[in-house]
């Protein structure tokens, strides 16, 4: 079935930096979402993707969708202590209007 | 506007009693999604329903579970009888009709002794 990987698993990096993590599959996505989750709450959209090739930025934030529509990346900038979290990319199952959710990037600040 | 509400937000039970986890949509929200979270298996899609009715409830893990969705604006999962291994989180989502982005509650934590 389609699975979504998610790279890296965790990172641990210092405030200011910028942060880049991918997501990928063996299988064509048309969407790609990118979503934060906050320890004790549920996971917030951050951005949505919908062509191929597409760049979409959220203040801070920035994702693209791949040409081959099997990965996507999502991009920090200038990283603060609240962009702590853990990062999931999600993609529709084809056919259906449920997503499959990719195993999730967690980040460390260290201040 | 007030975003997918969850009640309650902590339950903790013992092994064999029923549990009913509550969900109310975002107003003019036509699909709803139940979600279990753990560390193990991560998020994991229970079931959903649009416009009210069930469409996919392959993500169920056995009978002991069940979801209705009675109106627009509500929806429980309810777990008869419960076991600890149902001790997660358990998200509702919902989106618009055709609509890929979903949005979460804050979720209900499940603890089963």
């Known amino acids: 079935g389609q699975q979504l990987n998610q790279s890296p698993q965790s990172m641990f990096i210092q405030e200011g930096e910028d942060v880049s993590m991918n997501c990928t599959s063996s299988?064509?996505?048309?969407?790609w979402l990118w979503y934060k989750q906050d320890p004790g709450e549920g996971p917030v959209l951050l951005i949505a993707?919908?062509?191929?090739?597409e760049l979409t930025s959220n203040g801070r934030l920035t994702a693209q969708f791949g040409i081959t529509r099997k990965d996507s990346f999502l991009n920090i900038s200038a990283s603060i202590p609240s962009d702590v979290g853990i990062y999931f990319c999600?993609?529709?199952?084809?056919?259906?209007?449920?997503?499959?959710f990719g195993q999730g990037t967690r980040l460390t600040i260290n201040p | 506007d007030a975003g997918v509400i969850q009640s309650p937000r902590h339950e903790v039970t013992e092994m064999g009693q029923e549990v009913t986890l509550r969900c109310k949509p975002i107003?003019?929200?036509?699909?709803l999604f139940w979600y279990r979270q753990t560390m193990m298996r991560g998020l994991e899609l229970l079931i959903y329903?649009?416009?009210?009715?069930?469409?996919?409830d392959s993500g169920m893990p056995e009978d002991r579970f069940s979801a209705k969705m009675p109106n627009a604006s509500f929806s429980t999962l309810k777990i008869q009888p419960s076991e600890p291994r149902d001790s997660a989180v358990y998200f509702c989502?919902?989106?618009?009709?055709?609509?890929?982005?979903?949005?979460f509650g804050p979720g209900t934590r499940l603890t089963v002794t």
């Open positions: 329903f649009n416009n009210n009715v069930p469409i996919d």
């Open positions: 993707l919908y062509k191929a090739g």
């Open positions: 299988s064509i996505f048309n969407t």
């Open positions: 999600a993609g529709p199952i084809q056919g259906a209007q449920k997503l499959v």
């Open positions: 107003s003019g929200h036509n699909s």
């Open positions: 989502a919902s989106t618009r009709a055709a609509s890929y982005e979903q949005y």
